[in-house]
C-alpha cells in the first residue's frame, strides 16, 4: 500500500560556506495513512525543520519528499490567531483563500468550532480565550484546510497539564474520526507514547532517526499509566544516550 509521506534521503542545510550549518542528514522514513507518529528529540536537532520541509515551506538540501497529492496543515505551538477576528472568522480564513462559499464556510466553521469543543465561542476574540481554547481554534482552523497530513509542532508544550490531558483527548478522537496522517514533534517522551503509533527517536544535529518504537498499548491511553510510564522511560534513556554519545 502507498504510504501517506515519504521521506527519502532529506538533507537540509542553512547558509553557504564557513557559515554552513547542516540541520538534518539522510533522513529516510515513511508514514501510514491515518497513522500518527510522534517525533522526539532534543532542542535544535532538526524536528522543526523537518515538519517545514513536509509541509513545503521550504524545499530540502538533497533528497526528496512526497506526500501523494494530499494536502498538509501545520499546526504550532503559539496558536498564531489574528487578534482582531472572532474564532469562526480565524477559522473561516483558510477556506476564504480557497474560495468556498460565504455561506459553506460559515457552517463549516461552526461544526469544526463544535468538533473542537468550542460551540459556544464562535463570536470570541482571542483576548477572551484561554491557551488551550486558542490552540483548539488554532487546530479548527488546520482542520479547515480539508488536510489528509496534519503536522504539529509541538502545539501543547506551552500548556497546563490538566488542559494538554484534554486536548490529547481532543486531538485523537479528531485523529480517529477523520482518517488523518498526524507527525506530531515534541520533546516528552510520555507525551509521545501517549499519543503516538510509532515513536521515532531523533538525534541531535544534525537530525536524523536514530531509533523507533512501536507503541501497541491499547487505546485510550493515559499519561499516568504504568505502561506509558515505562515505554516513556525506555524512550527517554534512549533519547538521553544518543545527546550524550554525541557530545551535546
Do not use: Y
Not at 510522534?38 to 525543520?49: D, N, P
Not at 491499547?218 to 544518543?242: K, N, Q
Amino acid at each position: 500500500m502507498r504510504p501517506a509521506v515519504r521521506i527519502d534521503g532529506v538533507s537540509h542545510a542553512f547558509g553557504q560556506g564557513g557559515e554552513r550549518l547542516l540541520a538534518l542528514h539522510d533522513v529516510s522514513l515513511e508514514l501510514r495513512k491515518a497513522e500518527f507518529a510522534c517525533l522526539v528529540g532534543a532542542s535544535g536537532s532538526g524536528k522543526s525543520t523537518l515538519l517545514n520541509l513536509v509541509a513545503r515551506l521550504d524545499p530540502p538540501t538533497t533528497g526528496e519528499i512526497e506526500t501523494f497529492g494530499s494536502r498538509t496543515a501545520l499546526l504550532f505551538q503559539e496558536a498564531a490567531l489574528f487578534p482582531w477576528l472572532t474564532a469562526a472568522d480565524n477559522v473561516e480564513l483558510p477556506m476564504r483563500m480557497r474560495h468556498v462559499a460565504a455561506d459553506k464556510r460559515r457552517e463549516e466553521a461552526r461544526q469544526l468550532l463544535s468538533a473542537v469543543g468550542l460551540a459556544d465561542f464562535e463570536a470570541s476574540r482571542p483576548h477572551e480565550l484561554s491557551g488551550g481554547m486558542k490552540q483548539r481554534v488554532a487546530l479548527a482552523r488546520a482542520l479547515a484546510q480539508d488536510a489528509a497530513i496534519l503536522l504539529m509542532d509541538e502545539p501543547f508544550g506551552a500548556l497546563d497539564a490538566i488542559t494538554r490531558d484534554l486536548l490529547h483527548d481532543e486531538l485523537e478522537r479528531i485523529w480517529l474520526e477523520r482518517n488523518l496522517t498526524i507527525l506530531f514533534v515534541t520533546h516528552n517522551a510520555r507525551e509521545a507514547v501517549r499519543l503516538g503509533d510509532r515513536v521515532l527517536v531523533f538525534s541531535s544535529r544534525p537530525g536524523r532517526v536514530a531509533d523507533e518504537f512501536r507503541i501497541d498499548l491499547p487505546r485510550p491511553r493515559r499519561l499516568e499509566s504504568p505502561e506509558v510510564a515505562r515505554l516513556a522511560g525506555l524512550v527517554g534513556d534512549r533519547l538521553r544516550e544518543e545527546v550524550l554519545t554525541r557530545g551535546h
